[in-house]
C-alpha cells in the first residue's frame, strides 16, 4: 500500500472511531404540556450546588410546534458523558422564570425520572442521573397546578 493510501484509510479509521464515541443520544420526553403558548426550557444541572445556586450547566429553549398529544421528545446528541439533572419548565410567558401565584406556580415544572407529587422542591440526588456512552431516554412529568 502507498503511503498516502495508509493516511486516506487511517484518517477513516480515527473518523469512524470518534464518530461512534459521539454517537449516543439523551431523548428528553416531557409529558403533560397543556398548551401551544410560549416555550420549553430544558436546563440540564451536574451538580447539587449548581442546582442550589439555580445556575444550569446548560439550557436549551425549545418551541412547542413538535407537540403532540401533551409530549414532546427533544433529542440531545451532542452531550458527553457524566451525571445529570433535568429541570424542564412550561415557560408560558417567556419570560424565563418560574411565575407563582398566592406562592403556587402558576406554569408547568418537572424533574427528570421523578414523577410530580411531592409538595416539596426536590434534591438534586432525587432527579439525578447517569448518562454513558449509550442511548437513553428520560422522562418528564410535568406539574400543574
Known sequence: ???????????????????SLSAQTLTVQVNGVQNTKGVIRISFFTTSQEFDREIPEFEKIIPKTGMRGGQLSVPFSDLPPGQYGVVVLDDENENGKMDYRWFKPTEGYGFSN?????LRRPAFHEFQFEFMEEDKTILVYLLHW
Open 1 to 19: 500500500m502507498k503511503p498516502k493510501g495508509k493516511y486516506v484509510l487511517l484518517s477513516a479509521v480515527f473518523f469512524l472511531v470518534l464518530q
Open 114 to 118: 421523578l414523577k410530580p407529587g411531592k
